[in-house]
């Protein structure tokens, strides 16, 4: 009896890949598709200020940590050491299609609830993320990376085993979850401890497969960088609540509601100069602004003192005030009210070939064509058709139904991009609508396992089938 309780479970956990597979497939041929013509409109790419810095890394070989290095090494790399950058692009799309197409296969081979499909395309196929899918920066492949690992997680835990494939897609997302923004910190080391911890052997077995691969990568990739050079992650957060709390007003001259301990490690010529140029969403016009006080080229002795003098005697002090200021921060981020990154100009430090390639082509496409005007309308009502609050609302759903249904790892998905709105909403230095970008996908979670639907047989007769014909067969076994 044994053997054919085996038999059956393998069986049908073949039929069960074997039509994800197929989904699949599909998919990543329609993503793929329907990007290639986004490419043809915005080629060679979308490029900001930090794009051109990373380009300039790779192209004179001098790969700091003032921006995460493992995104120059991937840029390094796809582009074969920066002579084909466009290459670069095609690989982060690559990657992101495959990300996807995965998620959507889940969903039809899982029988995800139709309007959790709806919501996932309608998401997908909005201009802004066919804009952040050929963004040269960071934050895209950080953000598809962390959807990627959850809804791995959820999709094994939902089926109750861990093909080969589900281990090179957490293989391949865990290092860019992990390293290419600094908050990922407090991402995948946590997601490895709680799936170890309350999702049994499978669990264990991602945890190790995430360890293992991010720790040769990162490894690897930090051998000749110039670690003496790295971003402060809270020094740009801190610099913008000093410059904020130096404005005068009303019974408040410049700098006085700021500790005198602050005033001097910072200077007054400094405070004075940040009050007047001062802007609420971001901290750049302090920081590196011509006319404005350079507080971002501080030494970093000095940028240490003013974090440890503003946390001792100016936090507590101005805690209504900051905490004002960070939900303000939060909110421009969610509404996207941050500056607009143009799809068709080249920022002035981009490589000379590439930004004459771009302006070319942004000339000629700005605005032309169904996909020109699509982008045109989509940028200009970006308020709400990139809103992020969005995804925060569906997250906080499917948080209380997975609470009232005690379901573990919906509830391990969710609790994971709190933390990552967390962090957003404590040192978070500009409203960038990047920063919260994993929040606008984090919808698609409900495509690997949807709980807004009940997991029974009428709804999910694979996973049932999986689920049932694996407990036999261990229960079988012992």
């Not at 940028?379 to 906080?396: I, K, P, Q």
Request: hydrophobic letters at 50%.
């Amino acid at each position: 009896m044994a053997p054919s309780i085996l038999t059956a479970a393998r069986a049908d956990m073949f039929q069960g890949e074997r039509e994800l597979a197929i989904w699949w497939v599909g998919f990543a041929l329609l993503f793929g598709l329907y990007f290639l013509a986004w490419w043809m409109h915005l080629r060679p790419g979308v490029f900001s200020y930090d794009s051109g810095h990373f380009l300039q890394e790779v192209l004179t070989g001098d790969i700091t940590n003032r921006k995460p290095f493992l995104y120059a090494r991937f840029i390094e790399l796809t582009s074969l050491g920066g002579r084909f950058f466009p290459l670069t692009l095609f690989a982060q799309a690559a990657i992101i299609v495959a990300f996807l197409s995965r998620i959507f296969a889940m969903a039809f081979s899982g029988r995800a609830h139709p309007i959790s499909i709806a919501l996932g395309a309608i998401l997908v196929l909005n201009p802004y993320v066919a804009n952040m899918v050929f963004y040269v920066q960071n934050d895209v492949l950080f953000c598809f990376a962390i959807i990627a690992i959850l809804a791995e997680t959820v999709w094994v835990c939902r089926r109750g085993h861990a093909s080969l494939i589900s281990w090179v897609i957490i293989a391949v997302a865990s290092p860019m979850a992990f390293a290419f923004r600094e908050n990922g910190l407090l991402f995948l080391p946590v997601w490895c401890l709680l799936v170890a911890v309350f999702l049994g052997r499978d669990g264990r077995v991602l945890a190790g497969v995430a360890i293992v691969t991010t720790v040769v990568v990162y490894g690897i990739a930090s051998l000749g960088v110039d670690r003496s050079r790295t971003a402060d992650l809270m020094f740009p957060a801190v610099i913008h609540e000093v410059a904020r709390l130096a404005q005068g007003g009303y019974r408040h001259e410049v700098g006085s509601r700021l500790s005198n301990e602050t005033r001097e490690v910072v200077g007054d010529e400094r405070l004075r100069s940040a009050a007047r140029i001062y802007w609420p969403l971001y901290w750049d016009t302090v920081g590196f602004f011509r006319d404005g006080p350079n507080l971002g080229y501080l030494p970093q002795d000095q940028r240490t003192r003013i974090v440890r003098s503003f946390l001792r005697h100016d936090l507590a002090p101005n805690l209504p005030s900051v905490a004002g200021h960070r939900v303000e921060m939060l909110a421009g981020a969610l509404l996207a009210r941050a500056e607009h990154v143009d799809p068709y100009t080249a920022p002035d430090n981009l490589h000379g070939p590439l930004k004459v390639w771009k302006d070319r082509q942004g000339l000629a496409y700005r605005g032309k064509g169904w996909l020109g005007q699509l982008n045109e309308v989509s940028a200009r009502s970006r308020s709400w058709t990139w809103n992020a609050a969005l995804g925060v609302a569906v997250l906080m759903v499917i948080t209380l139904v997975a609470l009232w249904r005690r379901d573990r790892v919906t509830l391990i998905a969710a609790a994971l991009l709190w933390l990552q709105l967390g962090v957003v909403l404590a040192v978070a230095p500009s409203a960038e609508y990047r920063y919260v970008f994993m929040l606008y996908l984090a919808p698609l979670i409900l495509l690997a396992g949807d709980p807004l639907s009940r997991f029974d047989s009428n709804t999910r007769p694979l996973a049932r089938g999986l689920t049932t014909a694996h407990g036999q067969a261990r229960s079988a076994r012992t």
